[in-house]
């Protein structure tokens, strides 16, 4: 059986203020930066955990950011131990509540937020 992994890449502004905020969000570690001579970032990785996200700069021609289509159509969601404390840190870099960390009947304590770059994450906490 082949294995298969999906990395997500997320197309933002401003790659390097997006690898900063994740960092101080997840506790993110950038493993790659690849930038062209005008310093626009073409590839970045950053693992959270043991998953890897790719990042990539809006260009308008070929990778749209979710501020140039109207919003993110997109979920991410994230398992943490706790969401509380991950959701307060993902608010103080920057994040903005879309549906508040609270526990839900369906077993997880989750809410929505959307990072500065305009993805929508749910942080997510088994209870």
Request: no cysteine.
């Amino acid at each position: 059986m082949t294995e298969h992994t999906v990395h997500p890449r997320l197309v933002v502004e401003d790659a390097a203020a997006a690898i900063d905020f994740y960092q101080a969000a997840f506790g993110g570690e950038e493993l790659l930066r690849v930038a062209e001579p005008s310093g626009k970032i073409v590839q970045a990785e950053v693992r959270i955990g043991e998953n890897v996200i790719y990042l990539t700069e809006h260009d308008g021609q070929f990778n749209f950011s979710p501020g140039a289509v109207g919003g993110s159509p997109v979920l991410l969601t994230i398992s943490v131990a706790d969401a509380d404390s991950v959701g307060r840190a993902f608010l103080a870099n920057g994040g903005t509540e879309i549906i508040p960390i609270d526990d839900r009947p369906y077993g997880l304590r989750e809410g929505r937020l959307q990072d500065p770059a305009g993805h929508l994450w749910i942080i997510s906490q088994p209870l």
